[in-house]
């Protein structure tokens, strides 16, 4: 399984972009959307450089699903734990309660781990506690969230697939 455009969206949200390294809340210097392997201060990327971070950063964050998670999940469970893995990283969810609860077969009991997972440094903070709601809740969902029409360099590059595929017949 891979991460779907509900996961992607949900990352996309709460990291946000950021062109230039920067100090997040936790005091680790970030880019793109949250990449914080190998970031340095004055680092500058572009959005296409955003985008290629985040998606070899989810190879780490699927390989520790495939890796720790022994029970099937639906595509929104994936997703929503892609987002949760990619911000709290692979070893505190390998060895947090969610995966234990998980493996058991308790999805309501790991969905409701998510909101344990709101402090940073010890304090709660506003924009952790939205993620986690947000995660619970595509964890609890379904089906998968309806796609939209992807916008910028991702639009631009389906539409010209699109049309190299309707010249060829396909």
Not at 30 to 43: D, P
Not at 56 to 83: F, G, H, R
Request: charged content about 25%; some cysteine.
């Amino acid at each position: 399984m891979k991460i779907g455009i509900s996961g992607i969206a949900l990352i996309k949200e709460f990291e946000g972009l950021r062109l230039e390294a920067y100090k997040c809340p936790a005091g680790v210097w970030t880019i793109g959307y949250g990449t914080t392997r190998n970031i340095k201060e004055g680092m500058r990327i572009t959005e296409f450089g955003a985008e290629y971070l985040l998606r070899e950063d989810l190879n780490w964050v699927e390989d520790t699903i495939l890796l720790s998670v022994k029970v099937p999940l639906t595509q929104t469970q994936y997703d929503a734990l892609c987002s949760f893995i990619y911000n709290v990283g692979g070893g505190a969810f390998r060895a947090s309660t969610m995966l234990r609860l998980l493996n058991k077969g308790d999805y309501e009991g790991a969905k409701g781990q998510f909101a344990r997972w709101n402090k940073s440094d010890g304090k709660v903070l506003a924009g952790l506690v939205r993620r986690r709601e947000a995660e619970a809740e595509l964890f609890a969902t379904e089906a998968p969230l309806p796609l939209e029409k992807p916008k910028g360099l991702l639009g631009a590059l389906l539409g010209l697939l699109r049309a190299i595929l309707a010249k060829r017949g396909a």
